[in-house]
């Protein structure tokens, strides 16, 4: 692909992503992201087939974001408890700076993205459920290493403590869109998940 074709097809996902986060999927139309990013739209569909396969690319691309961040948070090289207070002072700093740019809560656009389209676009539907799963790999990984320190029970079932853990965050960010509001998320988010690993007494000390 040549670099201006590779520029453009960037510059519509970078497009997408901006006014996903700003408004929802079902807000944002084809020629609103083909005028906001100054291509044609029938560039627009050599490169895309539908606002959905945009739609798909920029969660790929939010996806290897995602990755890359999680991958130094949960670096072995950060203690297993820092790893979750470090997650969500990640989230929280993108939650405010996000509020500054677009003056409101955005929340997560992947999770709003796949509420919107649940049951009726099984692409994406099959990539939210691959981005879940790809979180929850790290969660799991920390858990374990919380267990095998002793720091929590050693019988804790993983898989759906890591899934609780999940539900808080995603459920957290929800309500903070829905309200308008990032006072739970800065205040309470980060004690709420510790509350929820369930750290023995003495691993609190």
Not at 71 to 76: A, D, H, L, R, T
Not at 127 to 140: G, P, S, V, W
Not at 146 to 174: H, M, P, R
Request: glycine share 6%.
């Amino acid at each position: 692909m040549s670099k201006s074709r590779s520029t453009t097809k960037q510059k519509l996902i970078e497009t997408a992503t901006e006014l996903i986060w700003r408004n929802s999927y079902g807000a944002v139309s084809v020629d609103e992201i083909c005028r906001k990013a100054g291509v044609q739209k029938g560039s627009f569909y050599h490169f895309f087939l539908s606002k959905s396969d945009l739609a798909l690319a920029t969660m790929d691309a939010g996806m290897q974001q995602v990755l890359q961040n999680y991958s130094e948070i949960f670096s072995p090289d950060n203690a297993p408890i820092d790893r979750f207070k470090l997650l969500v002072d990640h989230l929280t700093q993108i939650q405010v700076q996000k509020q500054k740019e677009l003056g409101h809560v955005c929340g997560c656009p992947m999770m709003t993205l796949g509420s919107e389209l649940a049951g009726r676009e099984t692409d994406i539907e099959a990539k939210i459920k691959e981005i879940c799963a790809a979180q929850l790999t790290f969660y799991q990984a920390t858990l374990a290493d919380l267990a095998s320190d002793g720091q929590i029970d050693k019988d804790t079932n993983i898989k759906t403590k890591a899934e609780e853990i999940y539900a808080l965050i995603v459920g957290q960010l929800f309500l903070a869109r829905i309200n308008n509001d990032l006072n739970f998320i800065k205040n309470n988010l980060k004690d709420a998940v510790i509350d929820l690993v369930g750290l023995k007494t003495k691993a609190l000390a």
